[in-house]
Each structure stands twice: as C-alpha cells, then as structure tokens.
C-alpha cells in the first residue's frame, strides 16, 4: 500500500522558517520525481516545486524561489521543503506527492500558517 | 506560465445523469515527446485530491468508468456518465507539459 505520510506544519510568524517532511513507502521513492502541491485556505491547488530522483534538479515556482528549497533522502525514503522568509500568503496545506507529470500518489497534508 | 480555465466553476448536476466539465489552456500541451500531459484530479470535501485521468484519456487503476477524458492541444473535457452521490466534490485540469506544472482554478460539481 502507498503512503505518504507529511509532517512538520504549523503557526510560524511572517519572516520565519519551517521545514515540512514526507516519508514515503509502497513504492520504489528512489526511482521517482517528487513534488509538493499547496492549497491555500478554501483555494485551489498550486504546484510549489519539484525533484528528480537522484537530487541534481530542482524546479520551483516562481513566488517560492529563493525562499524555499526541496530535497530528498533516498536512503529515508523521505522529501522536505525548507520554507524560508515565511509570508503570509505561503498560508496553506503542504501536500507531497510522486510526480509522474501530474501527482498520482498523494499524502494527507500538513498546513501551515504564516501569522503573528 | 500556462493559464488553465476551467468551466464553469460550479456544475449543479442530478444523480444520474450526464455531467461535463471544460478545461482550456493558453498554449498547446503537446509535448516535444509527442505525449500531451494533461491530469483531471478531484477532491472531494475533506480529502486530498486524487488524480482520475492522466494524459488526457487514460484513467488511474480504480476509477469508475463513468470517468472519460477527451481533448487535444488546448481544450479537453471530463465527462461523467452517470452522476453518483459520490462524485460531490471540486475537479482540477492540470498541465505537465510546460514548467511550471500549473492547475485550473476547479469546479465545483454539487447535487
């Protein structure tokens, strides 16, 4: 069965950091390109960025560039999304998913909120 | 970036009956590989979204075959054949042809 599991969400005031984490099992993870989608409060969904399997490209969206990074441990099976210089509007759920040119594995969630 | 438009952006449906809903993009999704990425996902209240259709007419392992998917180039449609109760849900087009992957803004298919 596949899982992924997001964690690391939560209130953070604007101009702080978090890092989310997905732990992922019930497929080969170092073998896929994986993504985190966000969905922001009674919105839809916006892709955020994305991985190759063995780490050497990233892809972002170009209202997180610079700010947010993506990366992966195979080993762990798990990908993360440091989120930097928080904003009100990053203001979402955080789900990761297989990226197979459109998510076909999704985990539950984790949301966060950007407030003071 | 490439605009998906989706309509309309809420679908009043009967059970049982037929249901389509319409997915445009600003440029074309063929790809240089000859595939043209475009997913339908829905995500019913609750829930995470799961993907129903990906390159435009194949449908994931598990799902109804009420569920079509149909198009070329920059317009494509979803069609349910027969409404049932648990369809109630939003349903997003998605492009994967062109960085970065980008979302119709949904539409809201209600009893």
Redesign the interface.
């Known amino acids: 069965e596949v899982q992924l599991v997001e964690s690391g969400g939560g209130l953070v005031q604007p101009g702080g950091s978090l890092r989310l984490s997905c732990v992922a099992s019930g497929f080969p993870f170092s073998n896929s390109w994986m ?1 985190w ?1 966000r969905q922001a409060p009674g919105k ?4 955020v960025a ?1 991985i190759k399997p063995d780490g050497s490209e990233k ?4 209202s997180v560039k610079g700010r947010f990074t993506i990366s992966r441990d195979n080993a762990k099976s798990s990908l993360y999304l440091q989120m930097n210089s928080l904003r009100a509007e990053d203001t979402a759920v955080y ?1 990761c998913g297989r ?6 594995y ?4 984790t949301l966060v909120t950007v407030s003071s | 970036d490439v605009v998906m438009t989706q309509s309309p952006l809420s679908l009043p449906v009967t059970l049982g009956q037929p249901a389509s809903l319409s997915c445009r993009s600003s440029q074309s999704l063929v790809h240089s590989d000859g595939n043209t990425y475009l997913s339908w996902f829905q995500q019913r209240p609750g829930q995470s979204p799961r993907r129903l259709i990906y390159k435009v007419s194949n449908r994931e392992s598990g799902v109804p075959d009420r569920f079509s998917g149909s198009g070329s180039g920059t317009d494509f449609t979803l069609k349910i054949a027969r409404v049932e109760a648990e369809d109630v849900g939003v349903y997003y087009c998605m492009q994967a042809t062109h960085w970065p992957w980008t979302f119709g803004q949904g539409t809201k298919v209600e009893i």
Not at chain 1, 59 to 62: A, E, Q
Not at chain 1, 106 to 109: D, E, I, P
């Open positions: 993504s989608v839809g969904l916006e892709w994305n892809s972002y969206v170009d789900y990226d197979t040119r459109g998510l076909d999704w985990g539950q969630g």
